[in-house]
């Protein structure tokens, strides 16, 4: 597969049926956030949360989460938020609330038993929030020698344009050292997509795996080619 371009129609979102109560801040409190929460909405792709009290009899222990205006979706339950308000969360010990901005875009080397070698993996995890255009600049070198500093490195550019059914998600060609780059096998797991959403590459429809549990919908995109 050469410049992968995958089209995301009939998008159907993971919307919680429940109610938040709105969080009102004193003014003082407002603009002192007011710079951090424009960072975040401009350039963070996730946000997360401290849990700030003790589990209790169900394993779940609570934190307080403050979501800036925009969208927001849960990366491990898949339930999709309406920011500008506070939430209490609840996680087992293995968890901790970890928000995805609207359109990000969040590589991941897949994991490989026994290995400790970051870049130039065969296998990738690509997951994607909807809601919103995204951009992801993925750097790459060599992991062992000083040859980045004479350009030695590669970039692959990630993006995801959005409309409200359809959205095209491309893996672009690799810039630089392509060579760095192999041939790899990108698992695409698209965060609060609900059931009935269709993926297609170059106009045909791609097998996909939906998982009810954390309303992700998975698909692969097998021998992408670096060019």
Do not use: C
């Not at 960072?39 to 307080?64: C, M, N, V, Y």
């Not at 209490?88 to 969040?106: F, H, I, N, S």
């Not at 994991?111 to 992801?136: C, K, Q, T, W, Y």
């Amino acid at each position: 597969v050469e410049n992968a371009a995958v089209q995301i129609q009939n998008i159907l979102f993971a919307v919680p049926q429940i109610s938040v109560r709105l969080a009102e801040l004193p003014p003082e409190h407002r603009r002192m956030l007011g710079f951090w929460m424009d960072f975040i909405r401009k350039h963070r792709q996730l946000l997360a949360a401290p849990i700030t009290e003790k589990a209790d009899g169900s394993d779940l222990a609570r934190g307080d989460l403050w979501l800036p205006e925009g969208v927001w979706t849960d990366f491990f339950t898949g339930t999709v938020y309406r920011g500008g308000q506070k939430l209490k969360v609840y996680r087992p010990m293995e968890q901790m609330p970890l928000m995805m901005k609207a359109g990000a875009l969040v590589p991941m080397q897949a994991h490989v038993p026994g290995s400790r070698r970051l870049g130039g993996a065969e296998e990738m995890e690509l997951h994607v929030a909807p809601g919103g255009d995204g951009d992801f600049l993925l750097y790459e070198d060599d992991g062992e020698t000083l040859r980045y500093r004479q350009g030695d490195y590669a970039l692959t550019r990630l993006t995801m344009a959005w409309q409200p059914a359809e959205a095209v998600l491309t893996i672009h060609p690799v810039e630089g050292a392509d060579g760095l780059v192999p041939v790899r096998d990108w698992q695409i797991v698209l965060h609060g997509f609900r059931r009935g959403t269709e993926v297609q590459l170059n106009g045909e429809a791609l097998p996909a795996v939906y998982d009810d549990e954390t309303n992700t919908l998975t698909v692969i995109l097998q021998e992408v080619r670096p060019d």
